[in-house]
């Protein structure tokens, strides 16, 4: 699939990206710079970020210019992860294949690697964007919608709202407000970095955001599904975790084949959304089909 | 004494903008703005936040137009403090004669609570920023300044190397920069912000910049001291701690007698580094006096 190969190349570009922008291991004191490397390089498929930059596409921007922002989005998905997986949440062993950072690094030193990914990351962003040049109003604009994103309505109030749901009955309603804030804010503030940072206009910015829900639902729609139907080998982790942490999940409330209906018409919404975009938007009219088809 | 009165005049103008800034305890999720206000709400003096102020006022600035960013150090100090308490790291029950976040909330909840805090208030600092109207490229500056600070070169390094030298001989070299980076670096940052933010020249910033840095060491060296030789109910925690957690500190590696002595010494050169500023900077002069002869 030709976008898969679109995918590993804006990966490498990514990777390279964060290589530069992290501290270096051997930076003092190294086993937090080392901690953050871990969990930053294993092997993430660099999803969100390639939506920021492709939302720099979109627009007309250039790429280049929003990688910063790019990378910061990324970071910030790391330093989640990690909380997530603590042994006070989510208790995981494993990400991705490999040991999560608790695992590696103890409890400690893992709390302070994603402290210190979040604290890069908005460093980054500031930093990063000032060397590529936007207008200073368009950054702080990118800075405070970051911050809204991530916080207590946010990534955090999705997680928040995940705990207390564990365990019990979960109506839909509920289910969209944890998604969309633990998973689609991310998503959503990633895309409208790139665009906003590359100067879109309001209209623009209104169809990108509605892409970004719907692309969103429909990647955590999947995967709940994978957790149910996936191949261990191909996902990275055990399939069926979240029926024994007793989870609720789009696939555990409604069955597969809803799930499924409900994924295909967010992957509908998201590309209808594109209509008024010409043929530099096909990178992300390209990751609908790739989540619709998602195996991993 | 007249610092006191006056500081406590700044700590409820601080205490009126924090409950104005913060999430309400009503929004949901509940816990999580419940856990945020505990630890923001729980007896702190506000000195950070007062020196912000305070550095308005010492370059000609208005103070309320650094409010924001004046609340947003207390955020981040109190942050830092929730995560330094949990279970992984310094395992405390009791901070300023109050349970720790976790005993109240649970580990999950505290770290997310200090994960949201953090976020909020770089979230404050731009937004409250911007509607207090500073050029966008000074409140830029700050938000790097602040989130370097803040990191694994600041106050992150800090707690690791903290972390990393319990148990351990340590020597002045490496108590320097432990001090500089988890104490240091945010009163530094703190009152840079208010200096930067209200259009301070470069000599004002270097004079204030070398009075946060002598201010800030000379503030850890009274509490490693009063760790020692404190009064359990006026500092709010058990005397101690240091040494039964095999803790370098000045007090345990130069004796009280010579700690003390480096304490004067840096008081002196914060008072020396405010010599070219007039008397709007008094505040700052009486912090000074205030940490001599600190008793909690």
């Given at each position: 699939m030709d976008f898969l190969d679109a995918l590993a190349k804006r990966a490498r570009t990514i990777d390279a990206a964060l290589d530069r922008y992290l501290p270096p291991e051997n930076a003092d004191p190294q086993?937090?710079?080392?901690?953050?490397?871990?969990?930053?390089?294993?092997?993430?498929?660099?999803?969100?970020?390639?939506?920021?930059?492709?939302?720099?596409?979109?627009?007309?921007?250039?790429?280049?210019?929003?990688?910063?922002?790019?990378c910061a989005i990324e970071l910030i998905h790391t330093y989640s992860?990690?909380?997530?997986?603590?042994?006070?949440?989510?208790?995981?062993?494993?990400?991705?294949?490999?040991?999560?950072?608790?695992?590696?690094?103890?409890?400690?030193?893992?709390?302070?690697?994603?402290?210190?990914?979040?604290?890069?990351?908005?460093?980054?962003?500031?930093?990063?964007?000032?060397?590529?040049?936007?207008?200073?109003?368009?950054?702080?604009?990118?800075?405070?919608?970051?911050?809204?994103?991530?916080?207590?309505?946010g990534l955090i109030g999705g997680q928040v709202m995940d705990l207390l749901a564990e365990g019990k009955p979960v109506s839909e309603e509920d289910l969209v407000r944890i998604h969309r804030a633990k998973t689609g804010a991310l998503f959503r503030v990633g895309v409208r970095a790139g665009a906003i940072l590359s100067g879109a206009g309001l209209e623009q910015l209104a169809s990108l955001t509605t892409y970004a829900?719907?692309?969103?639902?429909?990647?955590?729609?999947?995967?709940?599904?994978?957790?149910?139907?996936?191949?261990?080998a191909k996902i990275g982790k055990l399939v069926g975790s979240d029926a024994r942490n007793r989870k609720s999940t789009y696939a555990t409330l409604f069955g597969i084949g809803e799930a499924r209906a409900k994924a295909d018409r967010a992957c509908s919404d998201a590309l209808a959304a594109l209509d008024e975009l010409g043929r530099e938007a096909d990178f992300l009219r390209h990751a609908v089909q790739f989540v619709a088809a998602r195996e991993y």
């Open positions: 086993v937090i710079h080392a901690a953050m490397r871990y969990s930053v390089f294993a092997g993430g498929k660099r999803i969100r970020p390639a939506l920021t930059l492709a939302a720099a596409d979109a627009v007309g921007g250039n790429p280049e210019h929003v990688l910063p922002a790019a992860l990690i909380h997530d997986d603590l042994p006070a949440m989510d208790n995981d062993d494993l990400r991705r294949g490999k040991p999560t950072n608790h695992k590696v690094f103890g409890e400690d030193i893992a709390i302070l690697a994603g402290d210190a990914l979040f604290t890069h990351a908005l460093h980054l962003l500031v930093l990063g964007g000032r060397e590529t040049g936007p207008d200073p109003v368009l950054l702080l604009t990118v800075v405070e919608e970051v911050t809204q994103a991530c916080g207590s309505s829900e719907n692309f969103g639902l429909a990647f955590q729609i999947t995967d709940d599904i994978l957790d149910v139907t996936g191949d261990e």
